[in-house]
Structures are given as structure tokens and as C-alpha cells.
């Protein structure tokens, strides 16, 4: 029976443990580093970067990069807008997504940052879609590969809503 509300798929039990664990991977991989600046995607991934900085070793450089797709479609538009005032010259920087999809956001944020030469650039992802994918980006650190379902909560959203819940969970139809 439909409810409404959105089902539960993957629990904040498990998100709070792949979060841990991709903390300390990131913290291990930049144990050399003095700091590290975390640049997050907004809207999607304020949580999720706000998660995974208490789990990172490394002194933390917080930065925000806000990217939006036109319209309230539930895939990418194709047509990314950027908002930042990064600079990152000479910078050991990790990008913070909450979702590859196509991975034509996460490609348009590569250009742009390497074009502002830091000295390392990782990219990290809570969800990965890589059946979605249009163009061929990677992450570094991968929470979760998903199949190419639509999902909201911990951050993402759908038409504005459900970023509040603490699981991620797929939309009733
Ligand atoms: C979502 C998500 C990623 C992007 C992934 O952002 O946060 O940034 O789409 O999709 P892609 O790989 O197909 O480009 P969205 O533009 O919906 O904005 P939001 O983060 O504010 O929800």
C-alpha cells in the first residue's frame, strides 16, 4: 500500500559506518598533509561533508561550491551552473559529492578546479550511479554504488524536499 513517504533503503546505521571508514581512508591517504581543504557541492552534500569532516584527521579547510542543474528534473538537465569563490592554488583539496549520476556535474567542478592548480585534487562520493553515467569521471572514495534508482534523503532531494532525512530512501511513485 502506497504511504507517501519515502522507503528506506540504505539505513544512517550503515551510512554512520561507511562514513567512518571513508574518513579514515581519506585521513590516511593525507596523513603528510599540514591540512586539507574540503570543498563541498552544495545543495546535495552539506550533510554528508558535514559527517565526513568529524571522521577526517587531517586539519579541515571547509569551502563550499554551490552547482545547480536547470529545473526539477529528477536526472541532470546537462546544463550545470557554478557558484564559488575558491582558491585552491597549491591546495591538497578534496571535492565532496553526494551523487555521480551522469557525472556531468562532477565533470564541470573538475575543470573548473583544476584550472585553479592545487597540489592534489581528490574527488569523494557518498552514492555512485555508474550505470547513469554520460561522461566517464571516477571517485576516489565511493560510499555506495547504487543501481540508476532516484533517491532521496541525507542531503539529496527530490523538487526540494526529504534532504532532512537521516537514511537514504527511494520516493514513493
Ligand atoms: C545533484 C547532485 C550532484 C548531481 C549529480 O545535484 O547533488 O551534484 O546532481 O548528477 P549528475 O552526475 O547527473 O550531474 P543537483 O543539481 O540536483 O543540485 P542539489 O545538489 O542542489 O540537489
Known amino acids: 500500500m502506497a504511504t507517501g513517504l519515502p522507503s528506506e533503503y540504505i539505513?544512517?546505521?550503515q551510512i554512520t559506518a561507511r562514513v567512518k571508514e571513508m574518513g579514515q581512508a581519506v585521513s590516511?591517504?593525507?596523513?603528510?598533509?599540514t591540512e586539507l581543504t574540503v570543498v563541498c557541492?552544495?545543495?546535495?552534500?552539506?550533510?554528508?561533508?558535514?559527517?565526513?569532516?568529524?571522521?577526517?584527521t587531517v586539519p579541515c579547510r571547509l569551502e563550499f561550491i554551490r552547482a545547480s542543474s536547470y529545473g526539477?528534473?529528477?536526472?541532470?538537465s546537462g546544463m550545470v551552473?557554478?557558484?564559488h569563490d575558491l582558491d585552491l592554488e597549491a591546495r591538497r583539496v578534496l571535492l565532496v559529492e553526494d551523487i555521480i549520476d551522469?557525472?556531468?556535474?562532477?565533470?564541470?567542478i573538475l575543470d573548473e578546479l583544476q584550472r585553479l592548480?592545487?597540489?592534489?585534487?581528490?574527488?569523494?562520493?557518498?552514492?555512485?550511479?555508474?550505470?547513469?553515467?554520460?561522461?566517464?569521471?571516477?571517485?576516489?572514495y565511493?560510499?555506495?554504488?547504487?543501481?540508476?534508482?532516484?533517491?532521496?534523503?541525507?542531503?539529496?532531494?527530490?523538487?526540494?524536499?526529504y534532504r532532512e532525512l537521516p537514511f537514504i530512501a527511494i520516493p514513493d511513485p
Open 102 to 108: 551522469t557525472g556531468l556535474t562532477l565533470s564541470r
Open 81 to 83: 551552473t557554478l557558484n
Open 142 to 161: 565511493t560510499g555506495f554504488t547504487i543501481p540508476d534508482l532516484f533517491v532521496v534523503g541525507y542531503g539529496l532531494d527530490s523538487a526540494g524536499l
Open 117 to 140: 592548480r592545487p597540489a592534489s585534487l581528490k574527488i569523494c562520493t557518498l552514492l555512485d550511479k555508474p550505470s547513469a553515467r554520460k561522461i566517464p569521471v571516477e571517485a576516489d
Open 72 to 76: 526539477l528534473l529528477r536526472s541532470s
Open 28 to 33: 590516511d591517504d593525507h596523513a603528510d598533509a
Open 41 to 56: 557541492v552544495l545543495n546535495g552534500a552539506f550533510i554528508f561533508t558535514a559527517d565526513l569532516v568529524r571522521q577526517i
Open 11 to 13: 539505513s544512517a546505521e
